[in-house]
């Protein structure tokens, strides 16, 4: 049998004494109405993320008018947003029609390259908005303001606007995506938290019974990190799937509407597929860190010292995506796909609003890459500084230990 | 490496035939050499013995030449193999501190054992079974270790230590914590492992338990192991002790007997010559000293020890015996 073989052959009978440990407790019952707690944080999180939310969406008006018009309307924008800011939206410019110059402003709602949430063409006295109904409906007013302005310094005559109306619009598909993509990140970042925090004291047992040393003498150490890792993932999906059901059921039996999101770039079952997996590679990486962390420690105590600032941590990790989210193209972005532990955040996000797939194959053998790494670390680590003989050792506390690691 | 390895004892021995080499083998921690260039070769088939004091530096060396810890210098090679973790199969290991999830139950825990070692799980569960009806605990076999005694556990554990059939068995202090009538139980196991081929490798601080057992041994002592090798080429580091009891009090066979010949009650008490008993025998015969009688004492090896490791780890090994494990 081949190393990599055998290494996956222990890791499964660890996996499998682990999870049969987990799910045929008596405990498991409680962790399967844990989510209660969770839900509430999400709610306090959902608020942080509406603000988040503002920033991203940018309403903004395309204006398709003559060059003279289009020089008005955007003075009389920077003059009503000085009166009343954050209420009007933004305004660019997306041609200046010349005299009997036609424009396609549904094309340019398609347009993916400059997305507008509305055209505004005609001229001051008749403008024309072309915009989904209820962006129409909601800027109508905004629009024949910014016109009588645009006419005069002291309107008394606001032009009637006429309304072309198109089902949707490239900036409303983007927004809705941000909002799939938003969601999405909370959902895996709850989850994560929620789950991946319970490897830390997963080691603390088999120190406790002192049969670590049986089964370091049996099989290789990161065949064993690794198959409490998939043993804790696949008490996760049972966890997942029973709320999941659960949830479904409720939604099924007419409980409540749940708001419809938008249909991400990539479609909603490789979208799904892509959620599974970057599920399964945020834990494996927070998990192997946590493992990895939670090894060090001797006792209970020191596990349950370590459980705030590993929160802490996830939070961070996940404001981080979100801060991404909201800076495509960017450093933050690229830094949030690269940096391992926010990467399946980020590239979830990026999954619910670019069609790309390829994208995913590279981040997901990377992240892969990382858990192995940080998998094999962990081992290495945990064998140098834990598996000593003689009890001075085994009371050394964990700081000590990784202080002293770095002697080796 | 191949060829021949050569232990402390200065016995040679071919390394196809060792279950067991190490050279030289290092380990220090946090500055502490805890392990400071031990040299074993364990014949296969044989049992050896650790033998040393509490610290002395034979749960390390074990650690090390199971892969559990890697030396800092120095060579090993276990089965064939200089990773012992790609033979792991092929061993089982009994630890000093001795442990099994308390959730499972006796059958289980065996069979777990067993599928670390490569045996599949309902295989290694079967035999559990049978191993505990085998050994009188098969009405236990579906309860609970945390429901289990202190005894009843260890058996469990040293069942599954056993159960996949291994070539190399290493115990760390197997009879520390047994009474005595599990030690015997042990003994005859670890003897019966060695008739069927099994290579046993054990440690421990009971020089009695060595020198009953083993068919050689290292003794180690800060670290350092200044004897490995047969039992016997151990007691044969002193010279046999010679009692004798004479009908003459005086004669020229008086010159036989070495300078360190003491008299004490009715006996002569000496060291063996160099020479032999057959020199003295001639001198005390031809000098009419009338022997009444005369005996050979070997050393023991408990003398071996004080003698090859000297007296302050001697005095270590006594107190550790002493001590509560």
Known sequence: ?408 | MTGNGIDAGGVEVASTELAIEARGLVKRFDGFTAVDGVDISVPKGSIYGILGPNGAGKTTTLRMLLGIIDPDQGYRRVLGHERPTDVARRIGYLPEERGLYPAMKAYEAIGFLAALRGVPLKEGRRKGRELLEAHGLGYAADRQIRQMSKGMAQTVQLLGTLVHEPDLVVFDEPFSGLDALNQGKLERMIRDLAARGTTVIFSTHVIAHAERLCDQVAIIAGGKVPFAGPVDVARDRLRPQVRLETRAQDGVWRAALPADARHEGAFWHFTLPETGVEPLLRALIEGNAGILSLSIERAGLHDAFVAIAGEAAAKALEESAGEPK
């Open chain 1, 1 to 408: 049998m081949s190393g990599f073989a055998e290494k996956l052959r222990a890791a499964m009978v660890i996996a499998r004494r682990d999870f049969v440990a987990v799910v045929f407790s008596k405990t498991f019952i409680f962790f399967l109405i844990g989510p209660v707690f969770p839900v509430l944080v999400g709610g306090l999180a959902g608020s942080i993320g509406g603000k988040v939310q503002q920033n991203v969406e940018r309403p903004t008006i395309g204006l398709a008018m003559s060059a003279d018009d289009s020089r008005a309307m955007l003075g009389a924008r920077t003059e009503l947003q000085g009166r009343v800011p954050g209420m009007i939206p933004e305004i660019v410019v997306l041609r200046e029609i010349a005299p009997g110059e036609t424009f396609d402003a549904r094309a340019a709602l398609a347009d993916g390259d400059r997305p507008v949430s509305a055209v505004l063409g005609g001229t001051l006295e008749k403008p024309l908005l072309t915009a989904p109904g209820e962006r129409a409906r909601q800027w109508v007013g905004v629009v024949s303001n910014l016109a009588a302005r645009a006419r005069s310094a002291t309107p008394t005559d606001y032009p009637a606007v006429a309304v072309e109306e198109v089902t949707t619009s490239v900036a409303k598909v983007k927004t809705g995506q941000i909002y799939t993509a938003q969601a999405a990140q909370v959902m895996l970042f709850l989850l994560t938290m929620l789950l991946a925090g319970m490897v830390l004291s997963n080691l603390v047992e088999e120190k406790g019974n002192k049969i670590i040393e049986v089964l370091a003498a049996a099989i290789p150490m990161d065949a064993m990190f690794m198959g409490k890792l998939f043993a804790m993932l696949a008490v996760s999906l049972v966890g997942i799937a029973v709320w999941g059901g659960v949830g479904g059921a409720i939604v099924l039996a007419g409980a409540r509407n749940l708001p419809t999101m938008s249909v991400p770039a990539v479609g909603w079952p490789l979208f799904l597929t892509l959620a599974f997996l970057y599920f399964a590679m945020a834990y494996l990486l927070m998990g192997s860190l946590f493992l990895s962390i939670g090894g060090m420690a001797t006792t209970v105590r020191e596990v349950q010292t370590l459980s705030m600032p590993v929160s802490m941590f996830q939070l961070m990790v996940f404001f981080f995506a979100s801060f991404a989210l909201t800076s495509p193209g960017t450093w933050i972005d690229w830094a949030s796909i690269i940096f391992p532990v926010s990467s399946p955040y980020a590239m979830l996000a990026r999954a619910a609003q670019y069609p790309d797939v390829w994208p995913h194959v590279v981040a997901l053998g990377w992240q892969v890459l990382w858990v192995i790494v940080i998998v094999r670390a962990g081992a290495q680590l945990f064998r140098r500084t834990v598996m000593k003989s003689g009890p001075s050792t085994a009371k050394r506390s964990i700081w000590s230990r990784l202080r002293r690691a770095k002697a080796y």
